[in-house]
């Protein structure tokens, strides 16, 4: 990882701190304007994960304001793939993006806004790496429209599985691990994150 990353990481690294010092959030207003991001734990192990796959396309279902998609971005690079990722708010991609190009990164990164769903059903190319962080809600419909998509070993990250937790991520770890070729496991990184791999039969 060379400075440029590190750099931009460490500006996104003070705003969580900041972020974590402040109450909860108590409107959709204040949540939506949090980078809500998956934190440096979880950003390094997708980082590792997605670094061991070559060429990989990557797609992450939630840009956010980008934090996420530093560390995929960065991988895609050293593995010689490329980044898709998907947001609903088109200032939060455009935040996302002017991020990326001060790291270095923007050459890897296809942003695309818009409705999850139909971005996903658009893509056209096998996918090798997931990262699932959205309004939980939308997990298990997400999952229903990558799947098929997914190239054999494919890796599948699924954030907040313990915190917050609910309906949305009991249904999707339910859901993951009864799909043909899934192997998944619940790990406590961050604020748990299920981990899945893809081995058709």
Sequence with gaps: M???VSVVLDHYHQRIASEQAQPRPSSADDRDARLLAVGPETGRLINILARSKQAPTILEIGTSYGYSGIWLADAARASG???ITLELQDYKAAYARARAEEAGLADYIDFRVGNALD???QIDEPIDFVLLDLWKDLYVPSLE?????LNPGALIVADNMIRP?????RA???AVRTK???TSVLLPVGTGIEVSRYDPA
């Design 119 to 121: 971005l996903i059903a």
């Design 180 to 182: 043909p070729g899934i």
């Design 2 to 4: 060379d400075d440029k």
């Design 81 to 83: 793939g490329k980044l």
């Design 172 to 174: 999707y770890g339910e």
């Design 165 to 169: 937790g609910g309906d949305g991520v």
């Design 145 to 149: 429209a990558f799947y098929p998509k």
